[in-house]
């Protein structure tokens, strides 16, 4: 079992698991954005046919994983396990929207780092002989975390300029033990990490410590560099967060180059649809992964991402009580040769 470890916290993987379908589904706002060309679905309202903003975000998992499915020609008795999870209490957009599938489901919380969670455990799952082919998959919804997290839409409250917009996403990314790539070769696990940040409008300060503390573990554990990848892309940090694990790294004496970049700074054009600091919620990564990133990596745009979304581990109740947020990240290096 050992000789899959490298390092303290990475794990590379004997036989990579192959990403051999994926899709995403996206809002309005996402639509309009500078990715919109890049989703296999948009909706035109933020109920996606539905009656509740809950159940609308079911629906776009049903509909990710639907369209994975169908892209790769598959039934659902053909997944052998589904991960996936969201922001809402006890997970009922993945478990609501998901039941119908009957297939064996391990439901995650990871906020907006589930994509990496699922995507790792599916991975090391296939990898360990466990399971020939699963699905890794999240979603969020912005009325759905406005009503739970902040305050209900129509109430209209004012946004200060460090917080992010929490897309209406979802992503669904389909594993097998064999196939043409890309392939998931390395995993390292987040810790948590705290650094005091009380203020829930400026999520990307308290993700950003989680961030460099997983990227600096896997450069470190790999004996790699940021320069060894095309892209290493963390998950919804936003303009601050992601300004925070720069100069983390510069402090090391390690320069992020352009190859640097965050999915809550590409889903959205932030000066004209008024997004301030950027994109999050677990869609957010989710539908950039899944549309965008994976399908520039089929078309030759790039051969090595390391993908590192993060999540702010916060509810409702621990802020009303006064904690802090701890944050998260969990990395995954998907290549296009093994």
């Known amino acids: 079992m050992n000789n899959k470890r490298v390092g303290r916290r990475t794990v590379a993987l004997s036989h990579p698991p192959s990403v051999i379908s994926f899709a995403n589904i996206g809002g309005k706002q996402e639509k309009e954005g500078p990715l919109g060309k890049f989703f296999d679905e948009t909706g035109d309202d933020s109920f996606f046919g539905e009656k509740t903003w809950e159940k609308a975000e079911s629906a776009m998992q049903k509909k990710a994983l ?3 499915l169908d892209k790769a020609r598959l039934k659902p ?3 052998d396990y589904i991960f996936a999870g969201d922001l809402l209490n006890q997970c009922i957009g993945s478990s609501f929207g998901l039941r119908e599938f009957n297939i064996p489901f391990y439901g ?3 906020a907006c780092s589930t994509m990496g ?3 790792s455990l599916a991975a090391l799952l296939i990898d360990g002989g466990y399971a020939r082919r699963c699905a890794a998959m999240t979603s969020s919804h912005f009325c759905t975390a406005e009503r739970q997290y902040r305050m209900p839409v129509p109430y209209g409250s004012q946004r200060p300029p460090t917080a992010q917009w929490t897309a209406t996403a979802a992503g669904c990314t389909i594993l097998d033990a064999e196939g043409k790539g890309p392939y998931i070769t ?3 696990c987040g810790k948590i990490v705290d650094r005091g940040i009380t203020d829930g409008n400026n999520m990307g300060a308290a993700m950003a410590p989680a961030a460099y503390d997983t990227l600096a573990a896997f450069f470190r554990d790999t004996e790699t560099t940021p320069a060894d990848y095309d892209l290493v892309i963390t998950g919804d940090l936003g303009e601050l967060g992601h300004a925070i694990v720069r100069d983390f790294f510069e402090k090391d004496g390690v320069t992020l180059g352009d190859n640097f970049l965050d999915c809550g700074l590409l889903l959205y054009n932030r000066e004209k649809q008024d997004m301030h600091a950027g994109a999050s919620g677990c869609g957010c990564s989710a539908s ?4 965008y990133l994976l399908g520039g990596m089929l078309e030759g745009k790039w051969k090595r991402i390391l993908f590192a979304p993060t999540g702010a581990l916060l509810s409702p109740t621990s802020s009303f009580q006064g904690e802090s947020i701890p944050g998260i990240c969990h990395a995954v290096c998907i290549s296009t040769t093994k």
């Open 66 to 68: 639907q369209r994975a």
């Open 108 to 110: 995650l919380y990871g």
């Open 77 to 79: 008795k053909d997944l």
């Open 288 to 291: 950039v992964l899944n549309g």
């Open 117 to 119: 969670e699922s995507l």
């Open 186 to 188: 390395h995993v390292t």
